[in-house]
Antibody
Framework: QLQLQESGPGLVKPSETLSLTCTVSGGSISSSSYYGGWLRQPPGKGLEWIGSIYYSGRTYNNPSLKSRVTMSVDTSKNQFSLKLSSVTAADTAVYYC?????????????WGQGTLVTVSS | DIQMTQSPSSLSAFVGDRVTITCRASQSISSYLNWYQEKPGKAPKLLIYAASSLQGGVPSRFSGSGSGTDFTLTISSLQPEDFASYYCQQSHSAPWTFGRGTKVEIK
């Protein structure tokens, strides 16, 4: 069974960069069928897709976050990572990593438990 | 972006009740609609994909229907482990978007 686990600081200062890593176990991320995805859920709000990365390094971002998002992949460690720059309080959220498959459009079929990141000085 | 409107935002039900949650898309998405279950502290779980296909391992009391803009998730007989939040998501076109969720609580 595929498992994903997010890791990273739970507290980030405003204007700094949020950095998270997703470690995948129970399967290889170097698969031609799947992408790694990042999503978030601010307190009291809905889920928002942040972006997705293929094992080759090709990325797709949500335009709503413009150029603040950087994603990378390390196939040797079976990990993919997210950096979100110039954070504000509005970026406070539970951040999830997930596997994205395109079997029928973009479907998130396995998720991590999520990690709360608070933006505060 | 495609907007997803989910209703109700919360509901209370008894164990054994039939529960229905609806999701409406702001434009036609054919059958590109997925349903997820979320419990506190746990990884969200894919229940239904392509509007009506049951993900492996998901109990058959869960079912999905609809196409175009209107969709439904039905739990035929609510079980104690089903008390959770449920989200719809359109997989028709990026950016992938979600409904605001429905919290199912014990009555």
């Amino acid at each position: 069974q595929l498992q994903l686990q997010e890791s990273g600081p739970g507290l980030v200062k405003p204007s700094e960069t949020l950095s998270l890593t997703c470690t995948v176990s129970g399967g290889s991320i170097s698969s031609s069928s799947y992408y790694g995805g990042w999503l978030r859920q601010p307190p009291g709000k809905g889920l928002e897709w942040i972006g997705s990365i293929y094992y080759s390094g090709r990325t797709y971002n949500n335009p709503s976050l413009k150029s603040r998002v950087t994603m990378s992949v390390d196939t040797s460690k079976n990990q993919f990572s997210l950096k979100l720059s110039s954070v504000t309080a509005a970026d406070t959220a539970v951040y999830y990593c997930a596997r994205l498959t395109y079997d029928y459009g973009g479907i998130f079929d396995f998720w991590g438990q999520g990690t709360l990141v608070t933006v505060s000085s | 972006d495609i907007q997803m409107t989910q209703s109700p935002s919360s509901l209370s039900a008894f164990v054994g009740d039939r529960v229905t949650i609806t999701c409406r898309a702001s434009q036609s998405i054919s059958s590109y609609l997925n349903w997820y279950q979320e419990k506190p502290g746990k990884a969200p779980k894919l229940l239904i994909y392509a509007a009506s296909s049951l993900q492996g391992g998901v109990p058959s009391r869960f079912s999905g229907s609809g196409s175009g803009t209107d969709f439904t998730l039905t739990i035929s007989s609510l079980q104690p482990e089903d008390f959770a939040s449920y989200y719809c998501q359109q997989s028709h076109s990026a950016p992938w978007t979600f409904g605001r969720g429905t919290k199912v609580e014990i009555k």
